[in-house]
C-alpha cells in the first residue's frame, strides 16, 4: 500500500479532539513469514520506522491514521500461493468513535 495519510476521519473525529487511531497486530515474523518490505509510519519529526523491523510477533502498534503511514512490498521477488501459511500477517481495528 502506497505511504499516505488519512484525511476524512481525522477531520470528521477532529471536532472531539480524538486522534484517528490505528491499531494493528503483527501476526507474522520478519525473516521467517516474509524477508523484505512490511509496514512503515513516519512521524510528524520525519522519523520512519519499518514496523515489522522494529516490533516482535505479536505486538500491538497504535499510531495517528493523520501521520503518513504505508506498506512497501512484501517479498516482491516471490509468486503469491495461499496456500501457504507464510507471508505478512496483520489484523486492524481502526477506532472511528468516542465511546464515552
Known amino acids: 500500500m502506497v505511504g499516505h495519510k488519512d484525511t476524512h476521519f481525522p477531520s470528521v473525529l477532529k471536532s472531539s479532539g480524538v486522534p484517528f487511531l490505528q491499531v494493528m497486530a503483527l501476526l507474522s515474523v520478519k525473516k521467517v513469514d516474509l524477508h523484505t518490505g512490511g509496514s512503515f509510519f513516519i512521524n510528524r519529526d520525519g522519523i520512519r ?3 515489522e523491523d522494529d516490533f516482535p510477533l505479536g505486538s500491538v502498534v497504535m499510531f495517528d491514521g493523520s501521520i503518513h503511514h504505508g506498506v512497501e512490498d512484501v517479498d516482491p521477488d516471490q509468486v503469491l500461493d495461499f496456500n501457504l501459511a507464510s507471508g505478512r500477517i496483520a ?4 477506532l472511528y468513535q468516542v465511546l464515552r
Open 49 to 51: 520506522t519499518n514496523v
Open 91 to 94: 489484523a486492524f481495528v481502526n
